[in-house]
C-alpha cells in the first residue's frame, strides 16, 4: 500500500532525526542480543508489506495528540520471534524497542519519552510518515514499519525547535548537564574484532592451533566499547610495535556520554 509522499519525511529534511532514532533503537536492542546483526536502511517511501500480520501500538501518555504503530511482517517475526505463537516475544521485542527509542528522543526533545506497554492493534489509518527499518540477520534482509502518528510528530518537532532555539543543547535525562567532575574519571576502553557462538562441545575441542571463525570480515571496522556500548569504529594500525586503532567513525556525544553511566 503506497503512502503518500511528503518534504517532512525525506531523507535529509523535517522528522528523518525520528527515523534515525528508531534505527538506532533497533540496533542497540537487536545488536546486543545477535553479533551478526546490523541495519542496512531507513527508507520513508511506500511498503508493500504494510498489511503485515501483526501491529502493535505504543503510546506516549505524556504526549497525548498521538502515538505509533509498529508492523513486523511474516518473515521478520519468524526470525525475531521464532515458528510457534510469537505474540510473546514480539511483545517484549517491540516494548525494548520503545524503551531505547524513547531514550534516544528524549535526549532529542529534552523531554522525557515513555510508552505503555504495547498492545496489539489494527492497521493503522494514517501512513503520512511512516518508514520502514531493513536489518540483516544471519545473511538475510528483514524490515519491520513504524507509522507515528502525524499530531505526535509535530509535538516532538515543535519540543525539538524550542531546544535548539534555547542553545542548551539536548541532554539525555538523567545525565548531569556539569560534566566537568566526571572528565578525570578513568573508563576501561576494548576493541572487539568479531564475535561467534559455539557449542559446549566444540568449545571443550579447543586447543593451542585451534581457528575460530568470527562474524567480520577482514575489511570491517573494529568496534571500541566502553561498558559494553559501541563509541567508536576503526581500523587496526600498529604504532610503535603495538596494536592500535585508528578511528573512522565515532557515535554521537549523546551515545557517548550515555556509555558512561
Not at 510508552?115 to 544471519?138: D, K, M, R, T, V
Request: hydrophobic share 45%.
Amino acid at each position: 500500500m503506497p503512502r503518500s509522499e511528503t518534504a517532512s519525511w525525506k531523507s535529509e529534511g523535517l522528522g528523518h532525526w525520528l527515523t534515525v532514532a528508531w534505527a538506532d533503537a533497533l540496533q542497540r536492542v537487536m545488536g546486543s542480543a545477535a553479533g551478526d546483526f546490523q541495519v542496512a536502511s531507513v527508507d520513508p517511501g511506500a511498503w508493500n508489506e504494510w498489511l503485515a500480520p501483526f501491529w502493535y501500538r505504543l503510546e506516549p501518555p505524556a504526549f497525548p495528540n498521538g502515538g505509533i504503530s509498529v508492523g513486523i511482517p511474516e518473515p521478520t517475526s519468524r526470525a525475531t520471534g521464532g515458528d510457534a505463537d510469537p505474540s510473546g516475544a514480539l511483545l517484549e521485542l517491540v516494548n525494548r524497542l520503545a524503551a531505547a527509542a524513547g531514550e534516544i528522543i528524549s535526549a532529542r526533545i529534552g523531554k522525557q519519552v515513555r510508552f505503555s506497554a504495547a498492545q496489539p492493534c489494527e492497521f493503522p489509518s494514517n501512513l503520512e510518515n511512516a518508514f520502514q527499518i531493513a536489518f540483516l540477520l544471519e545473511g538475510s534482509t528483514y524490515v519491520l514499519g513504524v507509522a507515528p502518528d502525524p499530531g505526535l510528530v509535530r509535538d516532538w518537532e515543535a519540543e525539538a525547535e524550542l531546544l535548539e532555539a534555547s542553545g542548551q543543547g539536548a541532554t539525555p535525562p538523567g545525565i548531569p548537564g556539569n560534566l566537568d567532575l566526571l572528565l578525570e574519571v578513568e573508563l576501561p576502553l576494548c576493541v572487539t574484532f568479531g564475535r561467534t557462538q559455539l557449542p559446549l562441545k566444540d568449545v571443550l575441542k579447543l586447543s593451542s592451533g585451534s581457528i575460530v571463525e568470527l562474524n567480520r570480515l577482514v575489511n570491517e571496522p573494529v568496534e571500541v566499547l566502553i561498558n559494553n556500548c559501541v563509541i567508536a569504529r576503526g581500523e587496526v594500525v600498529v604504532v610503535d610495535g603495538n596494536y592500535g586503532i585508528r578511528v573512522t567513525e565515532i557515535v554521537s556525544r549523546q551515545e557517548r556520554i550515555r556509555s558512561i553511566f
